[in-house]
């Protein structure tokens, strides 16, 4: 009998070895906006910050929130993973930085997700890191350029790139939250002190409301004592800060992005795709808990 129960206990534990909590479908808004933003942050390359950021922010738009994603990359993958060709934009992100005049509604495009707009990017965003060295209140501009939107939205989502640099600490110094995504492989471990020091001193010294939403593991595979252990040795460097949902590796993912769109409509009934909505609901109870409107 004993050894039934703890199996029974076993089977209610998640993959980050804590129980697993059912999150609910969170109530409707009475209103929308003003926007939470959130920083997708990671200065290593290749841990699933765009792939968080197209399809959460399309699962909190299922979720009957206002969302705008912002491609704050110069390689431009958040406006290729939504089907847009860097190329052939005419008004993007870094004119909004750099020019006067530009308005965000001269860059925002509609994207395919009911409730998804999208800033896009390419690479002459590289340039703005140079030009805003000169500038005064750096730090802040990117807060400015997106100050007249925040009340148009709930959820506001910016792809950072893989990098600690300017483009970053602007993202941070706007953001209430910062989501972390985590590859469940070793060297994915190595950089998280640098870059949890730079959230610290942003928050000391440009931004008191920055606050850690939480650590997601990425591209699990349980099959793998490597990234079991790899998860094992996140959950107990971070505790609470590391969501109970998991993304486990699946091709459907880079299926997705070469469709341009995200995992939740290109195979709604993937694993893939109830990962994300597990995520936007677990986030919006975070959000919810912490007393922030968006949460419902």
Same mark, same amino acid.
């Not at 640099?165 to 985590?182: D, E, K, M, S, W």
């Given at each position: 009998?004993?050894?039934?129960?703890?199996?029974?206990?076993?089977?209610?534990?998640?993959?980050?070895?804590?129980?697993?909590?059912?999150?609910?479908?969170?109530?409707?808004?009475?209103?929308?906006?003003?926007?939470?933003?959130?920083? #997708? /942050?990671?200065?290593?390359?290749?841990?699933?910050?765009?792939?968080?950021?197209?399809?959460?922010?399309?699962?909190?738009?299922?979720?009957?929130?206002?969302?705008?994603? #912002?491609?704050?990359?110069?390689?431009?993958?958040?406006?290729?993973?939504?089907?847009?060709?860097?190329?052939?934009?005419?008004?993007?992100?870094?004119?909004?930085?750099?020019?006067?005049?530009?308005?965000?509604?001269?860059?925002?495009?509609?994207?395919?997700?009911?409730?998804?707009?999208?800033?896009?990017?390419?690479?002459?965003?590289?340039?703005?890191?140079?030009?805003?060295?000169?500038?005064?209140?750096?730090?802040?501009?990117?807060?400015?350029?997106?100050?007249?939107?925040?009340?148009?939205?709930?959820?506001?989502?910016?792809? /950072?790139?893989?990098?600690?640099?300017?483009?970053?600490?602007?993202?941070?110094? /706007?953001?209430?939250?910062?989501?972390?995504?985590?590859? /469940?492989?070793?060297?994915?471990?190595?950089?998280?002190?640098?870059?949890?020091?730079?959230?610290?001193?942003?928050?000391?010294?440009?931004?008191?409301?920055?606050?850690?939403?939480?650590?997601?593991?990425?591209?699990?595979?349980?099959?793998?004592?490597?990234?079991?252990?790899?998860?094992?040795?996140?959950?107990?460097?971070?505790?609470?800060?590391?969501?109970?949902?998991?993304?486990?590796?699946?091709?459907?993912?880079?299926?997705?992005?070469?469709?341009?769109?995200?995992?939740?409509?290109?195979?709604?009934?993937?694993?893939?795709?109830?990962?994300?909505?597990?995520?936007?609901?677990?986030?919006?109870?975070?959000?919810?808990?912490?007393?922030?409107?968006?949460?419902?």
């Amino acid at each position: 009998m004993a050894t039934r129960t703890l199996e029974a206990d076993a089977a209610e534990l998640g993959p980050t070895g804590r129980p697993r909590p059912v999150f609910a479908d969170p109530g409707p808004l009475e209103a929308h906006g003003p926007a939470r933003i959130v920083a #997708v /942050c990671n200065q290593k390359g290749g841990v699933g910050k765009t792939t968080t950021t197209i399809n959460l922010g399309a699962a909190l738009a299922e979720q009957g929130r206002r969302v705008l994603l #912002v491609d704050f990359d110069p390689q431009g993958a958040l406006s290729v993973g939504l089907g847009i060709q860097p190329h052939d934009i005419e008004a993007t992100v870094y004119n909004l930085l750099m020019e006067r005049g530009t308005t965000p509604h001269d860059v925002l495009i509609k994207t395919r997700v009911h409730g998804m707009d999208l800033m896009p990017s390419n690479i002459d965003l590289s340039g703005a890191e140079v030009q805003l060295v000169h500038e005064v209140g750096r730090e802040y501009v990117l807060g400015s350029a997106l100050e007249p939107v925040v009340a148009d939205y709930d959820v506001i989502m910016i792809d /950072c790139q893989p990098s600690l640099g300017l483009l970053t600490i602007n993202a941070l110094a /706007c953001a209430q939250g910062v989501l972390i995504p985590l590859e /469940c492989e070793y060297f994915a471990m190595r950089g998280v002190a640098l870059l949890m020091e730079t959230i610290d001193k942003v928050s000391r010294r440009l931004n008191p409301k920055l606050e850690i939403d939480g650590l997601l593991a990425t591209m699990y595979d349980s099959r793998t004592l490597h990234t079991r252990e790899v998860l094992a040795n996140i959950v107990n460097g971070f505790g609470d800060k590391v969501f109970h949902t998991v993304i486990n590796r699946t091709v459907r993912f880079p299926d997705a992005t070469v469709a341009g769109e995200p995992i939740t409509r290109f195979d709604s009934g993937s694993m893939g795709a109830s990962y994300y909505r597990e995520l936007a609901r677990e986030v919006l109870e975070r959000w919810r808990q912490t007393g922030d409107g968006r949460g419902g």
